[in-house]
């Protein structure tokens, strides 16, 4: 068969693991650490989330209204990350809008 065909047999198999709730509204980024043991997500609300994948339970969460959350990943550490800001972005909690009030 064609290899655009056994692609589409592979995605028909797929199906979902988990369902990210603690989020309202879009997820913006995933990551998992070098274990994969820990995954993170961050969101269009401003929350960074650490999730369990052996549980699928949510292990921490992180509110940042003033500078919002964007691409977010783990670090050489296992248990420490960084994130960027997404203050500048037109529509994000704390940016342009509300960098001049």
């Given amino acids: 068969p064609e290899p655009w065909a056994r692609r589409s047999v592979y995605m028909e198999a797929m199906a979902a693991g988990a369902i990210l709730s603690e989020h309202k509204?879009?997820?913006?980024?995933?990551?998992?650490?070098?274990?994969?043991?820990?995954?993170?997500?961050t969101g269009e609300d401003d929350r960074l989330c650490v999730y369990s994948c052996?549980?699928?339970?949510?292990?921490?969460?992180?509110?940042?209204p003033r500078y919002g959350v964007g691409i977010a990943?783990?670090?050489?550490?296992?248990?420490?990350?960084?994130?960027?800001?997404?203050?500048?972005?037109?529509?994000?909690?704390?940016?342009?809008?509300?960098?001049?009030?």
Avoid: K, Y
């Avoid at 052996?54 to 940042?64: D, F, K, N, P, T």
């Avoid at 037109?90 to 001049?100: L, N, R």
């Fill in 73 to 101: 990943r783990f670090t050489h550490d296992p248990l420490s990350v960084i994130c960027a800001s997404r203050a500048g972005e037109a529509g994000a909690a704390g940016g342009a809008a509300g960098a001049a009030g």
């Fill in 25 to 41: 509204g879009r997820v913006m980024s995933l990551d998992f650490n070098g274990s994969g043991e820990l995954m993170l997500s």
């Fill in 54 to 64: 052996q549980s699928g339970q949510l292990q921490r969460a992180v509110q940042s």
